[in-house]
């Protein structure tokens, strides 16, 4: 006989094979119409290798996917791991969210697994009740050697309340690479197969909340060893000639058109000047005498002539480019990323040709000193989590934060051996920090540390043995060009809902009322290095948020 056993839990407990999941009984939850809600059911058995079907009952049923978690290794930990993790030592984790195949997968004996529930509830879905049954059949021997269909099933209450979770307001950008998509599929710059990857990946992207793109007017000087070079993904077509440049910006005009089509709403451009210091030039290619050629790249001082001729040229027509084509106001630009305290002198003198083209277009950049800010040199500072409290008090015109390969203690993040509660508990601080915009570095880096060579996501999570498992990436490539979510994805993207159903509550009871409650919630502290901890905290947080928005709507109605 087969023995079988399944548990329901929330979307942040993490199913490890060998270790009895530990979470908070889940059984029912809530969530806003216009909400993703996911959970899961856990299951083990001592059959090895037999198909189970997974089936869904629910009268939500057509607005649910189902899906199963699968592990990756992670053969690296960096020293610095504080308590707030789920291992601290490298082994299999769990991340990867795989299509089920007709709704069928083989068991592994022994393991503990996972089935990943996701619910994409409509804006005008009725308020109510509503069951979510998930059962596992198998075919099992009966003592005296018949067969017959066995079912296992856990059924989670759904109770949606009767308010729509409102637009996101946050821009949130996590970096774009497409050079690591042509890599890894196999394709060319700007080819039919380029764009329907990169339309699949896009559209992913604004489906977990990410309404900004890198958009790589020439290709970005990010995570490039000194003197070496990523592969070309130049959007901007130059031409050099005796009598100056010209431009074509037709492919630029194909990738807006084409990421607005997928939900994305604002654009950053490529950085003007390579990373951490401002000090050179990116690569840029341009026909010459009829010829393709590098004209611009490390050997180009970001302040040389010749480079500030070309900019000359650049800037004003294409800032004359985005306005005609209705794109002003939703475009940023960068001058150079992290530049430290001794590189204000450089980054200053690249950020003063920047400004002096781009008129009120806004400048920002992940760093984390005022001073950069104060003296002028950037019109909206990215601070890191770390350091935004130094910001706090200065006029900036939007409030931005980023981490990215730390934090590794104390703050949230979301690597991969990190607790999902603190990937999710970002939400809570955007909102109590009034954060504007969120800034990641990665979104799909698959490139080995200072990209060297490129890497296989599945295989190997940590860039090389460089940063913290996941950090370069949040979806995995996956099969025919069409991206796999993380676990980490999944997260936070729920921990932006949250932040977004407590600005719904704030638009209904005040921003003073939910920042009290806020803090009631949270114990009388929440910092950014400060906050709740755990799933069962969470959860109760965000339970407590639809409570109160169930009763302020409830009496709406009366």
């Known amino acids: ?58 009268p939500l049923k057509r607005f649910i996917r189902l899906r199963s978690v699968e592990n990756v290794p992670v053969e690296w930990m960096p020293d610095a791991v504080d308590e707030d993790v789920e291992g601290n030592t490298p082994g299999i984790y769990p991340d990867i969210l795989r299509k089920l195949e007709k709704n069928t997968i083989l068991s592994v004996w022994d393991h503990w697994r996972s089935i990943w529930v996701t619910v994409r509830i409509p804006e005008n879905c009725p308020a109510g009740r509503y069951g979510i049954k ?81 958009t790589p007017l020439f290709t970005p000087p990010l995570d490039t060893a000194p003197g070496g070079e ?102 940023y630009f960068h001058c150079s990323d992290e530049p430290h305290e001794e ?80 990937n999710r508990v970002m939400g809570l601080l955007l909102y109590k920090y009034g954060v504007e915009g969120f800034l990641h570095w990665g979104f799909n880096f698959y490139n080995s540390f200072h990209s060297l060579f490129p890497i296989d996501p599945y295989k190997c999570v940590c860039s090389d043995f460089t940063f913290p498992a996941g950090d370069g990436f949040l979806v995995y490539p996956g099969p025919g060009g069409v991206p796999e979510d993380s676990i980490r994805h999944e997260v936070f993207f729920e921990g932006l809902q949250d932040q977004r159903a407590l600005q719904l509550l704030e638009a209904k009871t005040g921003r003073k009322s939910v920042e009290k409650l806020l803090l009631a919630l949270c114990g009388g502290t929440l910092k950014m290095n400060q906050y709740p901890k755990g799933e069962a905290k969470i959860l109760a947080i965000r339970e407590e948020i639809n409570r109160k928005l169930k009763k302020v709507f409830s009496k709406g109605n009366s």
């Not at 950085?271 to 010829?291: I, S």
């Not at 006029?395 to 949230?412: F, I, L």
Request: positive net charge; aromatic residues 14%; glycine residues 6%.
């Open 1 to 58: 006989m087969i023995e079988f056993r399944t548990k329901l839990l929330s979307s942040l407990v993490k199913v490890f094979p060998k270790r009895e999941p530990a979470g908070t009984a889940f059984d029912k939850a809530s969530a806003l119409r216009g909400e993703v809600f996911s959970f899961q059911v856990a299951y083990r058995t001592n059959a090895h290798r037999i198909p189970l079907h997974v089936e869904t009952e629910s």
């Open 134 to 214: 998930i059962s596992f059949k198998y075919t099992d021997s009966t003592p005296e050697g018949a067969k017959e269909e066995v079912t296992h099933s856990e059924t989670l209450l759904l109770e949606v309340i009767d308010a729509v979770l409102p637009p996101q307001k946050l821009k949130n950008s996590h970096w774009f690479h497409t050079d690591c998509l042509m890599n890894y599929y196999g394709v060319e710059a700007f080819s039919p197969q380029y764009w329907k990857i990169v339309e699949a990946f896009m559209k992913n992207a604004s489906k977990h909340g990410i309404n900004m793109i890198l």
């Open 230 to 331: 990523r592969r070309t993904v130049q959007l901007v077509k130059v031409k050099k000639g005796k009598k100056g440049y010209s431009f074509d910006f037709s492919l630029l005009g194909k990738w807006f058109l084409l990421a607005e089509k997928c939900g994305i709403k604002y654009f950053e451009m490529s950085h003007l000047f390579t990373q951490w210091g401002a000090a050179f030039a990116p690569k840029v290619l341009a026909e010459v005498n009829g010829k393709e050629k590098r004209i611009f790249g490390w050997e180009t001082k970001s302040t040389s002539k010749e480079y500030k001729e070309f900019l000359q040229a650049l800037l004003p027509r294409l800032a004359a480019y985005i306005r005609k084509k209705g794109f002003a106001g939703k475009v």
């Open 343 to 422: 590189h204000l002198a450089t980054y200053g003198a690249a950020s003063e040709i920047l400004r002096r083209y781009l008129g009120d277009f806004p400048i920002f950049d992940a760093l984390s000193r005022p001073d950069f800010f104060k003296k002028g040199l950037v019109s909206i500072p990215v601070a890191c989590e770390n350091h935004l409290e130094e910001f706090m008090d200065l006029p900036v015109p939007e409030r931005w934060t980023y981490y990215c390969c730390a934090p590794r203690t104390e703050y949230s993040n979301r690597f991969i051996y990190m607790t999902s509660s603190r």
